[in-house]
């Protein structure tokens, strides 16, 4: 069967890529500039190549020589940080010009399709001519489907994550799409137990790499949405617990399942409910400011790296950072594969490739 092959712009940890090979494409090619946030990105995808490129220096054929074959789509998150409702919104930040120079690659390669993830700010009146400008650079040769905002929850992750998308394809070398097709792709949201209910039985058997290794016992019963996390040998990293204070832990246990923590503003999550939104925090390069996290629904502490990952929809065989801010970064900053698949399987259910044969047919 027919894999079509990818590149992946501003890729990050990896999460919009995993969708991607899960959906059936091949993902030949990843950039992005930040080494920490990618920094593990080599060995979750040993088949992609990596680049640590800056990509408003690249041109398309640049991109097409890294890749190394012909480029059937395109797609990436450009940083959201300064279209975000969460931030500034500062229009002189520097980084909401790769939004440009995202569509500008698309539009020297011209792939069959492409798909870009942003926030839901870039849909606000002060950002939105910064997204028709960008999408100018295309408009003459794809059909656009979007901005439409679609929500990671609805599609069948146990969090909430609202997020912006706009889909381009070649009408010669696609079936006709809508929005009405990726609407269609909804399922029913998990809930927190569906995807960390397990882990307070698993058990830290040692170290590797600087990585905390875990294992969950074989009377662990899996459900429909961990079945696709687990590993076989029920291993992972990432789930050692943070240490709080005393006052901090007591805090923590007066404050309701649903509630929010009425000091550091952290929410605790509830069995039967989502996650809120996990979020990034800031590099060095901005201050480091820390993300508020949500405490577990039982236990007075806040949630694990892998309980955040579980949460996204990562499989436990993911690895990450030794440490944990970076990690949650990583989480924080990532598509979820979840509605990353989803997207994706329906673009390959619509993708044709050369004399009008289907791909999704052969």
């Known amino acids: 069967m027919i894999r079509p092959k990818l590149v992946d712009l501003f890729c990050g940890t990896g999460g919009f890529s995993l969708g991607a090979h899960r959906a059936g494409f091949e993902v030949t090619t990843a950039i992005d500039i930040d080494q920490t946030l990618t920094s593990s990105f080599s060995r979750n995808f040993g088949q992609t190549t990596l680049l640590n490129r800056d990509v408003s220096t690249l041109t398309g054929q640049q991109l097409i020589q890294y890749a190394g074959h012909e480029i059937d789509g395109i797609f990436g998150g450009p940083p959201c940080q300064g279209f975000s409702a969460m931030g500034h919104r500062n229009s002189e930040d520097p980084r909401r010009e790769l939004l440009g120079h995202f569509f500008r690659l698309v539009a020297e390669v011209r792939p069959s399709f492409f798909v870009m993830e942003n926030v839901v700010g870039l849909s606000y009146p002060d950002a939105k001519p910064v997204l028709e400008e960008a999408l100018?650079?295309?408009?003459?040769?794809?059909?656009?489907?979007?901005?439409?905002?679609?929500?990671?929850?609805?599609?069948?992750?146990?969090?909430?994550?609202?997020?912006?998308?706009?889909?381009?394809?070649?009408?010669?070398?696609?079936?006709?799409?809508?929005?009405?097709?990726?609407?269609?792709?909804?399922?029913?949201?998990?809930?927190?137990?569906?995807?960390?209910?397990?882990?307070?039985?698993?058990?830290?058997?040692?170290?590797?790499?600087?990585?905390?290794?875990?294992?969950?016992?074989?009377?662990?019963?899996?459900?429909?949405?961990?079945?696709?996390?687990?590993?076989?040998?029920?291993?992972?990293?990432?789930?050692?617990?943070?240490?709080?204070?005393?006052?901090?832990?007591?805090?923590?246990?007066?404050?309701?399942?649903?509630?929010?923590?009425?000091?550091?503003?952290?929410?605790?999550?509830?069995?039967?409910?989502?996650?809120?939104?996990?979020?990034?925090?800031?590099?060095?390069?901005?201050?480091?400011?820390?993300?508020?996290?949500?405490?577990?629904?039982?236990?007075?502490?806040?949630?694990?790296?892998?309980?955040?990952?579980?949460?996204?929809?990562?499989?436990?065989?993911?690895?990450?950072?030794?440490t944990v801010w970076h990690s949650f970064r990583m989480i924080g900053n990532s598509v979820s594969p979840i509605i990353s698949e989803a997207i994706f399987s329906t673009l390959r259910s619509k993708l044709y490739r050369g004399h009008g044969s289907s791909i999704a047919a052969e």
Not at 293 to 315: K, M, N, S, W, Y
Request: net charge positive.
């Open 136 to 322: 100018s650079l295309v408009t003459s040769n794809y059909e656009i489907v979007g901005p439409v905002v679609l929500d990671a929850a609805e599609y069948g992750a146990a969090t909430k994550r609202r997020r912006l998308f706009v889909i381009g394809y070649d009408r010669a070398r696609c079936d006709d799409l809508t929005t009405a097709d990726f609407l269609g792709a909804r399922r029913p949201a998990a809930t927190v137990a569906d995807a960390i209910e397990d882990l307070r039985h698993a058990r830290e058997i040692g170290h590797t790499d600087g990585f905390d290794i875990w294992q969950l016992p074989p009377e662990v019963v899996p459900n429909r949405y961990r079945d696709a996390l687990l590993t076989a040998d029920r291993r992972f990293t990432g789930h050692r617990p943070t240490l709080h204070t005393d006052e901090v832990t007591a805090r923590f246990k007066n404050v309701p399942m649903g509630g929010i923590d009425k000091v550091g503003r952290h929410p605790r999550l509830a069995w039967d409910g989502q996650c809120p939104t996990l979020r990034a925090g800031t590099g060095s390069d901005r201050g480091s400011f820390q993300s508020v996290r949500p405490i577990h629904p039982d236990l007075p502490r806040v949630i694990t790296v892998r309980e955040a990952a579980r949460l996204q929809g990562f499989p436990d065989s993911f690895v990450f950072h030794p």
